[in-house]
């Protein structure tokens, strides 16, 4: 396996650029890619960083690669929109990237890096150090931007936020608030707000009123986030299991049912669900 330094990747690399600039060519270029904004984009680097994650929990190294490379692109598109534009282009985008990586490791790459290291002992000790120089990166650019210093908690959430899936800003929410205090005593005050917003839930599902039910479903998912952060969990990848198992005990039903799932009882429906689990177990341990 080449390294990421060795000249055939340069290469490749290279000759990729040049493919995404012939796509956005005006004259000879696709129509589909001229036409595309970073706005327009948004859905397609969600889409594709979802599929690299799906390709990881599989274990499918092949379906990595493509969905790398998918990926990629986007970086790629938004850079070369950007760079017609006279905004940035790829190489801010690398030498960026390299000079925050250098300045967030001085574990690694400072001079004194030998004596750096004892503050980086392990990774616990690694993050801590990234988020004291991220501080003060952020502490230098209000100062350059004149905004007032400190920012509030709430605000500097507020920018981490944006962009992010609203089940990965909810556990940074909750893991900044707790951090800064804002947390309960112990696990049986999680465990009594999940049931005050499961109440809060019910009453508001049965008021008929769609935009308040809503409201308190995010807040039940919330406070669940908050269990999960208790307990160690990552909700996402639980949830990820979940639409795989769900999946996985469907197909078998379909399969039993000849594909018609028409006209059947919920009685029958629940019966080959549950034969589907008892399959799917015994496979497992066999």
């Not at 000249?7 to 129509?31: K, N, T």
């Not at 290291?117 to 230098?140: C, F, P, T, Y």
């Not at 409201?215 to 909700?235: H, K, Q, Y």
Request: contains cysteine; negative net charge.
């Amino acid at each position: 396996m080449p390294a990421a330094s060795d000249p055939s990747a340069s290469r490749e690399v290279a000759a990729l650029i040049a493919v995404v600039e012939r796509l956005r060519d005006p004259v000879h270029g696709c129509p589909w890619d001229l036409e595309q904004t970073h706005s327009s984009l948004i859905p397609y680097v969600l889409e594709e960083a979802h599929e690299v994650a799906d390709a990881i929990r599989h274990g499918d190294d092949a379906h990595l690669q493509e969905e790398l490379g998918d990926l990629l692109l986007q970086v790629l598109l938004h850079a070369q929109i950007a760079s017609e534009a006279g905004r940035f282009d790829l190489a801010a985008v690398a030498r960026g990237l390299r000079h925050k990586l250098v300045r967030r490791h001085p574990h690694v790459f400072a001079a004194a890096a030998e004596a750096n290291r004892g503050l980086a002992g392990d990774s616990a000790a690694v993050r801590r150090s990234w988020e004291a120089i991220k501080a003060e990166e952020q502490e230098l650019e209000r100062h350059r931007q004149q905004e007032p210093s400190p920012a509030p908690l709430s605000a500097r959430l507020a920018r981490k936020l944006r962009g992010q899936p609203a089940m990965a800003g909810a556990m940074n929410l909750s893991r900044k608030a707790a951090a800064a205090g804002f947390e309960w005593e112990n696990m049986a005050g999680v465990w009594a707000k999940v049931e005050e917003e499961l109440a809060e839930l019910r009453e508001a599902v049965a008021s008929g009123d769609r935009a308040h039910a809503e409201s308190e479903l995010g807040d039940v998912i919330f406070t669940l986030v908050n269990v999960a952060r208790w307990c160690g969990l990552d909700p996402d990848e639980g949830l990820a299991g979940t639409n795989r198992r769900f999946l996985d005990r469907f197909s078998r039903v379909e399969a039993a049912l000849g594909g018609d799932l028409s006209g059947q009882s919920i009685e029958r429906l629940e019966g080959l669900w549950q034969q589907a689990k008892a399959q799917i177990r015994a496979a497992k341990e066999s």
